[in-house]
């Protein structure tokens, strides 16, 4: 019996789980559905897909350059909160 020795491998840690930069950016959602899932714990959709569950302040995190981009292109609305998680 003999002992093979592998060739060596560079390995990256993951640090994300596929989501991309999702974790980084604060996202645009319906303001009602992100009340309720902080109350509820049901994940939402935001506007450029990322599905979570909102629980940290927002104001901390750039704005997500996706959700930002269908944000501006939706019509305006009448009640000036901008729903943003």
Same mark, same amino acid.
């Given at each position: 019996? %003999?002992?093979?020795?592998?060739?060596?491998?560079?390995?990256?840690?993951?640090? %994300?789980?596929?989501?991309?930069? !999702?974790?980084?950016?604060? !996202?645009?959602?319906?303001? !009602?559905?992100?009340?309720? %899932?902080? /109350?509820?714990?049901?994940?939402?959709?935001?506007?450029?897909?990322?599905?979570? /569950?909102? %629980?940290?302040?927002? #104001?901390?995190?750039? /704005?997500?350059?996706?959700?930002?981009?269908?944000?501006?292109?939706?019509?305006?609305?009448?009640?000036?909160?901008?729903? #943003?998680?």
């Amino acid at each position: 019996m %003999s002992t093979k020795i592998l060739p060596e491998q560079e390995t990256t840690p993951r640090l %994300s789980h596929g989501d991309g930069d !999702h974790e980084r950016f604060a !996202h645009y959602a319906d303001k !009602h559905k992100i009340t309720e %899932s902080m /109350v509820t714990g049901t994940p939402i959709r935001a506007l450029c897909g990322k599905v979570w /569950v909102p %629980s940290r302040d927002p #104001k901390k995190y750039p /704005v997500c350059p996706e959700c930002k981009e269908i944000y501006e292109g939706l019509p305006q609305g009448g009640d000036g909160d901008d729903g #943003k998680q």
